[in-house]
């Protein structure tokens, strides 16, 4: 079954710093991989998307993740920070089957420290 | 850009009362809408899958019988809580998927929090 980890429950990082979030992924075939931000109280975001083709992906507010098939890994970075980043960020595959829900993993709570 | 927009924002009902959640698609079609629930500081657990004209699938562990879905046009499904109780109290969210098919992207609501008294 697919499943989705990111090992990191929360993070923090200085004003300016750069970041990367971890997301590793089990899937059998070429997955379909997603990132989303969420803030309080708020509902999700789409930051990028892999489908297929190049494997470094560029999504908004400056944010690129990089699908590693040998690594099974897709994670999230951002060359500088700011502080309106702060959020809950969730790394997700989706299903295989024609409904293609999506299975999140558990999140990454992102600190910014001014 | 695709908007989905959830009603009511928030709301509080009394415990063993009916609480309905809608869930639009504002500026597409959608054949596939995904409800979700979220505790405190977790994630998003998929409760249902929703398709316009027939059944919803329900995930393992979710009650059909409390949690009714209803997804009567492209642009609308339902969540109806039926006699809530205070441990019913979450995040619900919920996604559709664009029926012209851009991939497996889905676009998501802003969720309506629930909170039973």
């Known amino acids: 079954a697919q499943s989705v980890t990111q090992p990191d429950i929360h993070i923090t990082v200085s004003e300016g710093a750069s970041l990367e979030l971890r997301c590793n992924y089990s899937y059998g075939a070429t997955p379909y991989l997603f990132w989303y931000v969420q803030s309080p109280g708020q509902g999700l975001q789409l930051l990028l998307k892999y489908f297929s083709g190049d494997t470094l992906v560029q999504g908004i507010k400056g944010f690129e993740a990089e699908f590693k098939r040998s690594q099974s890994s897709f994670n999230l970075r951002k060359p500088s920070v700011h502080w309106s980043d702060a959020a809950e960020y969730f790394c997700a595959v989706a299903a295989g089957d024609s409904s293609y829900k999506l299975i999140f993993g558990s999140g990454t709570r992102l600190l910014v420290r001014p | 850009g695709a908007v989905v927009s959830q009603h009511p924002s928030w709301v509080i009902c009394k415990s063993g009362t009916s609480v309905k959640i809608e869930c639009r698609s504002l500026d597409f079609q959608a054949t596939t809408m995904f409800w979700y629930r979220q505790f405190p500081k977790q994630s998003l657990m998929l409760m249902a899958t929703?398709?316009?004209?027939?059944?919803?699938?329900?995930e393992q562990g979710v009650e059909k019988d409390k949690f009714l879905i209803n997804h009567a046009s492209l642009t609308l499904s339902t969540l109806t809580v039926t006699s809530a109780h205070p441990e019913d109290s979450s995040f619900y969210i919920c996604?559709?998927?664009?029926?012209?098919?851009?991939?497996?992207?889905?676009?998501f609501g802003q969720g309506t929090r629930l909170t039973v008294v």
């Open positions: 929703s398709n316009e004209g027939s059944k919803a699938t329900y």
């Open positions: 996604s559709a998927r664009d029926k012209t098919g851009r991939g497996a992207e889905a676009f």
